[in-house]
């Protein structure tokens, strides 16, 4: 039995769904037909935000106490968990592929391709995603074939994930390529794009902003920043969206973890070419904040997935006054994007701070040697 969730203008239609099913579903005063392959257009299923339902929510809202005495108390600071979103490790990914498999479940498909660098968080959860809902998993990983496998990587693996090495490919140059492999062998295949970031992805994220506004109503709470890491833009653009749906009032302060373009395309372009799409099909009003779509720079220039001291001075201080796991590749390096803000106050103090944690805690035990370094305190 599949749970399929349909939303629809902002309320939630539950559909239990099971093979050889048909499906009605009123949209804007018309009767549409679900059956079998070719369910709906992309349009309509724009429309209506089909989600397969993958992980646990609402994720924790926690205030980090200790960590913000380090701060001399100037600033109260609070982290949201999406390292426990419960897909394997969990982490932001779960949001978007619940939103992306239900869209590819509704065309039919019956395998998944989607492609990263060899530790991606997202192939690791878009495996477990396809294993959950019974799906082929194809995952087109950049570089060669490793003498070890650990971390996502091992994860992926033993989830099932058919894993293509692509080489200096790392950011879904070759998809297409495999989908029409696949479609000449019979498969109906979804493309997942790099990251999980488009206007479907971006719709977790948007439906996030909603979660993250209930927990701060109840809280009697306002933030006035929210740091994140950002990377293939898709939470960035979610974030945008759902704060211009929720009337949220922070200030994003998304910290670009990758120099490099993805397919000669700029972050800051992918994320408003998402949020213009965004606005259009959720019907917001108001022109769009064009500032929302810059990133905060000058973190990234050691390159994607190269640990620096900044990484591992984050990834301690976090661990040892909360215990609380960050990553080496996104959270660690967002995360110290942050506290260099903080200790330089370029934000200004009695501020409430936000840092959303979207996981990776795995690639830990790849990068484990660098993180072991002596220095660090680890007692090697």
Same mark, same amino acid.
């Given at each position: 039995m599949i749970n399929l969730v349909l939303i629809l203008k902002n309320k939630k239609t539950r559909l239990p769904v099971s093979s050889g099913w048909v499906v009605f579903i009123k949209l804007q005063n018309t009767i549409k037909e679900v059956k079998g392959q070719n369910i709906l257009t992309p349009a309509a299923i724009m429309t209506t935000h089909?989600? &397969? *339902?993958? %992980?646990?929510?609402?994720?924790p809202l926690q205030e980090l106490k200790n960590f913000s005495a380090l701060f001399q108390n100037d600033y109260q600071i609070f982290i949201k968990r999406d390292d426990h979103t419960g897909l394997a490790t969990g982490g932001n990914k779960t949001r978007k592929l619940e939103y992306l498999l239900g869209e590819a479940m509704l065309q039919g498909a019956d395998s998944i391709i989607t492609a990263g660098a060899q530790q991606s968080?997202?192939?690791r959860q878009t495996a477990a995603a396809c294993a959950q809902a019974g799906l082929t998993c194809h995952l087109l990983l950049g570089g060669d074939p490793p003498? *070890? &496998? /650990?971390?996502?990587?091992?994860?992926?693996?033993?989830? %099932?994930? /058919?894993?293509?090495?692509t080489g200096k490919q790392r950011k879904g140059e070759d998809l297409e390529m495999l989908a029409k492999q696949l479609k000449e062998k019979g498969l109906r295949p979804y493309i997942i794009p790099y990251g999980g970031s488009n206007l479907t992805g971006a719709m977790g994220y948007v439906e996030a902003a909603g979660e993250l506004k209930d927990q701060l109503q109840r809280a009697s709470l306002k933030m006035d920043y929210i740091f994140f890491a950002s990377s293939s833009g898709g939470m960035q653009a979610g974030l945008i969206l759902g704060m211009a749906m929720h009337g949220l009032s922070s200030k994003l302060m998304p910290v670009q973890i990758d120099k490099d373009e993805t397919q000669e395309i700029s972050l800051q372009a992918s994320v408003a070419a998402i949020v213009r799409d965004g606005f259009s099909a959720l019907e917001l009003k108001g022109p769009v904040d064009t500032a929302q779509t810059h990133t905060i720079r000058g &973190? *990234? *220039?050691a390159g994607y997935g190269v640990v620096t001291h900044q990484e591992k001075e984050a990834i301690t201080t976090l661990a040892r006054s909360e215990g609380?796991?960050?990553d080496p590749v996104y959270t660690g390096r967002a995360f110290y994007g942050m506290m260099d803000h903080l200790r330089t106050r370029r934000i200004k103090p009695g501020a409430n701070v936000l840092f959303w944690h979207t996981g990776g805690i795995p690639a830990n035990f790849h990068y484990a040697e660098d993180l072991a370094k002596p220095g660090l305190g680890f007692g090697v």
């Open positions: 089909t989600k &397969y *339902e993958l %992980g646990f929510f609402p994720t968080n997202h192939c003498d *070890e &496998y /650990n971390g996502n990587l091992l994860l992926s693996g033993m989830l %099932g994930a /058919n894993i293509h090495f &973190y *990234e *220039e609380i796991i960050l």
